[in-house]
């Protein structure tokens, strides 16, 4: 039974896959197939079917040259792919590719066949047969042209994960990728070209705007993007207006007289050719020819308006078109194309015919002529010169469209070359795995084309943006006449880039472009090409406001029952200033003032609504244009010396958070434990406030940070000291202490120590409180220094400064003496001669910070005071941590418990043997004054036992005996736990 499920299955499946779709294709077998879809005829044919018989296949009618030429694009990409030996290797690429003439009928039935072969793997039958080995499936779709048809068609394909790279859909809605999962496209979003149409308006500095769309799926999206886009610019639309090639003679007249009487002298048109069709064949007939056209991409370069009876109307036309490329090899590829040898294209033999208006041999459509016969078309053997006859397959200037394919091409095979190429470990997919060549199927391709990333074989960078489109790049062109036979030139004058930076994205060469036949250079142009709208010998750019900009000194002033575009000059009062001209020559001599490189700063930079007031220390000039200031000054971040120190204060709190993180991770072991982990972490976190507080001095003063920097920084570093020297106290006295008291056990307790960094603390924001109640410092511009005005922080009370340093230096100095005095103790423990070094840094840093402080003026005063904050406070990080971290990261070996023992007992060692040698001596001189001279200096000699019965202890251990001359000292080197602990 399974073997006859298996045999019929495998016999549907191919029947399905060798008859499914339209019977029309070009195929050609390979490892991998990729399916296409494109428009080789412009539509159908409209026939009425009453269904009395089984219905028959609508038939494509008006052969597509230039869909036709797109088809022969993805053929030369695959054959450039499958004859290259660095790209998919012993892999051959194979195609089927379908029309889909330009309906969405055609192209789901084509899209049917693609998907077939994955509905019958989601099905899981290989328990039964192995189908996948008999029949190839579509791992990728190339198309379709249409928006519409992309529509319809992604829907199916995103059912099944099957990524489809479109080159030539460009409606927004397209972007939504929770509807279209799998659609990919190597056009620009039409959102895009909206926002390039606002930004050239912008551009020009016109406000006042005619507004026309197709009434579409095309127009109408793209239409209301701009309109929000030029909301945005506080630009006006004076007329908005749907059109449509089958709007009546009237409607068309209609908005003819609308557009005439319009004010408005820049029309924007979101449509395509046969839209505008109608409106522009009005316009010339009234001769109309003082308008500015801004053509989107579907008629920028269209044949219908580009035609030389209409120049008079759309010369100077500014347009957006697609960035082209250039194809290696692409033009003779197009040139070679023959029936005969291009019999895996079926689409070929049409092409023939309709080019050289002639029947093959055993063509199908030779019966089909219009008067029934077919003497109307003569025969032709099909080697016929493809280049002695002028087609739009040739035309070859300016590849587009097809560029696009080729791009869309190249893109899956360079998804399928990482694919191929794939380390383990470095993959897409679950756990960084790879994806299997041999076995991949369509979902991997989609998952590796997101994040494809590539420069293809004519140097094009490619990359997909979140909502899978390519980088958004137009070129924009202005429609030339021909000087020598008045034909339609498109001229190249600049370029929009939606993903360059702020300032990049619209580049246009004004010299380069024709205002309705003029440019703005100075030599005229030919007076056979003069026209009414630009005046010699030089042409400006058009002018399209509702109202003149209004001159220097003057502002916008409103009129009732207008829009904001529209409005009356008036002059500015005493003390109030404006100073702009709307014409883009007197934009280019003030246009220095917006960096800030001159006295005034205060310049409009657009037609002044209001009139700005100068500051209090100036005055309007005569013609209420200026007003001039000094340049304001202070420790900015952005300069050399800000950036500077905002490295060096956040390297010190990466650094000391790094240090409190290496003590946190390791803080069961002996070192860390040995210097009293709370208090380090209370003296790191003290160190990260420091380093912060420095931060707050940089930046232009203001009241709150005046009144925040200079006690953040005294109340961190009184902090920080405080630690150190609790700390350094604590172990001194464990170590100097004889006998251990009840007094001493409270000094170890954790309590007592942060109870006394406490109140050293609490001293000083008692000293920070008085200070900020009774003279609070506050921001203040200094104009006492000519050209310039310092703005520094008044610091209220010196002697309230004095004091908040004072008392930090007197806390250093304890800190300083108990730090010196314990140099010598256990190395593990406290490190006191790395303190000892710490405290001299930061004498030597703020004994040098007093004469520096009150030499300095302006913004070096923050800087002189950050300088030091940041050097005393790198000098005790370094002193007191780096050597911990060292040990610990580096030489654990001696971060054990046996090396602090050892340690500790050496250092006990010293201590009883000075104390018994004094006692010796003491005793000697004793003695030497009882026996007089005749006394001898006994020689002493210190041994250490640990076995013998003066050693014996009543446990049975043994204790080490230090012996000096005829005396003994017993040393126990018992560590009972408690006291371990507390020690710790």
């Keep these: 039974m399974p073997f006859v499920l298996c045999s019929l299955l495998l016999l549907g499946c191919t029947c399905v896959m060798s008859t499914y779709g339209p019977h029309q294709r070009a195929q050609m077998t390979g490892d991998i197939l990729l399916g296409g879809l494109f428009p080789i005829h412009f539509g159908v044919a409209s026939k009425d079917q009453d269904l009395a018989a089984r219905p028959e296949s609508t038939q494509c009618v008006r052969f597509n040259f230039r869909g036709f030429r797109w088809l022969q694009a993805m053929i030369f990409a695959i054959e450039e792919i499958n004859n290259s030996s660095s790209l998919l290797p012993n892999i051959t690429l194979g195609y089927?590719?379908?029309?889909?003439?330009?309906t969405v009928s055609k192209a789901l039935e084509a899209t049917l066949s693609f998907v077939a072969q994955n509905k019958i793997d989601s099905l899981n039958l290989d328990e039964f047969c192995n189908c996948t080995d008999h029949i190839p499936s579509t791992i990728a779709v190339v198309g379709a042209a249409g928006s519409a048809v992309s529509t319809a068609v992604a829907n199916?394909?995103?059912?099944?994960?099957?990524?489809?790279?479109?080159?030539?859909?460009?409606?927004?809605?397209?972007?939504?990728k929770n509807q279209y999962k799998s659609f990919m496209r190597t056009i620009p979003s039409d959102e895009y070209q909206a926002t390039a149409m606002a930004d050239v308006i912008d551009y020009f500095q016109w406000n006042w705007v005619i507004a026309v769309a197709s009434d579409d799926d095309y127009g109408r999206p793209g239409i209301e993007k701009f309109?929000?886009?030029?909301?945005?610019?506080?630009?006006?639309?004076?007329?908005?207006?749907?059109?449509?090639?089958?709007?009546?003679?009237?409607?068309?007249?209609?908005?003819?007289?609308?557009?005439?009487?319009?004010?408005?002298?820049?029309?924007?048109?979101?449509?395509?050719?046969?839209?505008?069709?109608?409106?522009?064949?009005e316009m010339v007939r009234r001769n109309i020819t003082d308008r500015i056209w801004i053509a989107s991409e579907a008629w920028a370069s269209s044949s219908l308006i580009a035609k030389p009876e209409y120049l008079d109307v759309v010369a100077g036309t500014v347009g957006f078109a697609l960035k082209g490329g250039q194809i290696p090899e692409f033009k003779d590829f197009l040139q070679q194309v023959q029936p005969k040898k291009n019999a895996h294209n079926e689409f070929v033999r049409e092409f023939w015919e309709e080019t050289f208006n002639c029947y093959l041999k055993d063509s199908r459509r030779r019966h089909q002529s219009d008067n029934g016969s077919t003497s109307s078309r003569p025969w032709c053997t099909g080697e016929e010169d493809i280049t002695s006859v002028e087609t739009p397959y040739l035309d070859y200037t300016h590849l587009r469209i097809s560029y696009n394919v080729y791009v869309a091409v190249y893109s899956i095979a360079q998804a399928l070359q990482n694919i191929l190429t794939c380390q383990?470990?470095?993959?897409?997919?679950?756990?960084?795995?790879?994806?299997?060549?041999?076995?991949?199927?369509?979902?991997?391709?989609?998952?590796?084309?997101?994040?494809?990333?590539?420069?293809?074989?004519?140097?094009?960078?490619?990359?997909?943006?979140?909502?899978?489109?390519?980088?958004?790049?137009?070129?924009?062109?202005?429609?030339?006449?021909?000087?020598?036979?008045?034909?339609?030139?498109?001229?190249?004058?600049?370029?929009?880039?939606?993903?360059?930076?702020?300032?990049?994205?619209?580049?246009?060469?004004?010299?380069?472009?024709?205002?309705?036949?003029?440019?703005?250079?100075?030599?005229?142009?030919?007076l056979t090409l003069v026209s009414d709208f630009c005046l010699l010998p030089t042409c400006q750019v058009p002018f399209s406001n509702c109202s003149e900009d209004c001159e220097p000194g003057t502002r916008k002033g409103i009129i009732d029952s207008m829009p904001t575009c529209c409005f009356e000059c008036t002059e500015c009062s005493d003390g109030e200033y404006s100073n702009h001209r709307g014409t883009p020559e007197a934009d280019a001599n003030v246009v220095f003032l917006k960096g800030g490189n001159s006295k005034s700063d205060f310049i409009s930079h657009a037609d002044a609504s209001i009139c700005t007031k100068c500051p209090n220390n100036s005055w309007s000039s005569g013609n209420h244009t200026s007003c001039f200031l000094k340049e304001i000054e202070f420790l900015s971040w952005t300069e050399p010396f800000g950036i500077a120190l905002t490295i060096c204060a956040v390297s010190g709190v990466v650094l000391t958070a790094f240090v409190m993180g290496v003590f946190i991770k390791f803080r069961n072991t002996p070192v860390v434990k040995a210097t009293?982990?709370?208090?380090?972490?209370?003296?790191?976190?003290?160190?990260?406030?420091?380093?912060?507080?420095?931060?707050?001095?940089?930046?232009q003063p203001r009241d709150w940070m005046c009144r925040l920097r200079q006690p953040a920084f005294g109340v961190s570093f009184v902090l920080c000291i405080s630690c150190i020297l609790v700390k350094t106290n604590r172990v001194l006295l464990v170590f100097e202490a004889k006998i251990p008291t009840t007094f001493h056990r409270k000094w170890w307790g954790l309590n007592l120590q942060f109870l006394l960094v406490f109140l050293f603390t609490f001293v000083q924001v008692m000293i920070c409180v008085v200070w900020l109640y009774n003279a609070p410092p506050s921001s203040y511009m200094n104009h006492d220094i000519d050209e310039i005005i310092f703005v520094t922080c008044n610091e209220g009370s010196e002697m309230a400064l004095a004091f908040l340093i004072g008392y930090t230096c007197l806390l250093a100095a304890i800190c300083f003496f108990f730090a010196f005095k314990s140099r010598k103790l256990p190395e593990n423990f406290t490190e006191a001669k790395f303190i000892t070094f710490s405290m001299l840094i930061f004498f030597i840093v703020w004994i040098s910070f007093i004469p520096a402080y009150f030499s300095t003026y302006g913004k070096f005063v923050s800087a002189v005071e950050v300088i030091a904050i940041l050097a005393s406070s790198f000098g005790m990080l370094a002193c007191i941590?780096?050597?911990?971290?060292?040990?610990?990261?580096?030489?654990?070996?001696?971060?054990?418990?046996?090396?602090?023992?050892?340690?500790?007992?050496?250092?006990?060692?010293?201590?009883?043997?000075?104390a018994t040698l004094k006692q010796g001596t003491v005793s000697r001189k004793k003695s030497g004054s009882i026996g007089g001279s005749s006394a001898s200096s006994p020689s002493s000699s210190i041994s250490l036992k640990t076995n013998g019965d003066g050693g014996e202890t009543p446990s049975g251990r043994h204790k080490p005996r230090v012996s000096f001359g005829s005396g003994t000292v017993m040393l126990s080197l018992s560590f009972e736990e408690a006291r371990r602990g507390s020690l710790m």
């Design 676 to 699: 009293n982990r709370e208090l380090s972490y209370l003296l790191l976190f003290s160190l990260i406030c420091c380093f912060s507080s420095s931060l707050i001095f940089i930046g």
């Design 881 to 914: 941590f780096f050597n911990k971290v060292y040990i610990i990261l580096f030489k654990s070996s001696r971060n054990t418990i046996e090396e602090v023992r050892c340690s500790t007992a050496a250092h006990a060692f010293k201590v009883a043997a000075k």
């Design 156 to 176: 199916l394909l995103g059912l099944f994960y099957i990524p489809q790279i479109s080159y030539a859909s460009s409606s927004r809605l397209l972007s939504n």
């Design 227 to 281: 309109e929000k886009e030029m909301e945005e610019r506080d630009i006006c639309i004076h007329l908005n207006e749907l059109i449509s090639q089958y709007m009546e003679d009237h409607e068309v007249q209609a908005l003819a007289d609308r557009i005439e009487n319009s004010s408005a002298k820049v029309i924007v048109v979101f449509a395509s050719g046969p839209d505008m069709e109608p409106l522009i064949k």
């Design 96 to 102: 089927r590719i379908f029309d889909t003439c330009n």
């Design 424 to 526: 383990p470990g470095h993959g897409l997919f679950a756990n960084n795995s790879c994806a299997d060549i041999k076995k991949m199927e369509a979902w991997q391709v989609l998952k590796q084309l997101r994040h494809l990333k590539y420069t293809n074989s004519v140097g094009g960078k490619v990359h997909f943006d979140e909502n899978f489109d390519v980088a958004a790049n137009y070129t924009i062109i202005n429609w030339h006449r021909s000087a020598e036979d008045g034909s339609v030139v498109f001229e190249e004058v600049g370029y929009y880039d939606i993903h360059s930076k702020r300032g990049g994205k619209l580049v246009i060469d004004k010299t380069k472009i024709l205002w309705n036949g003029y440019s703005l250079e100075a030599e005229p142009v030919p």
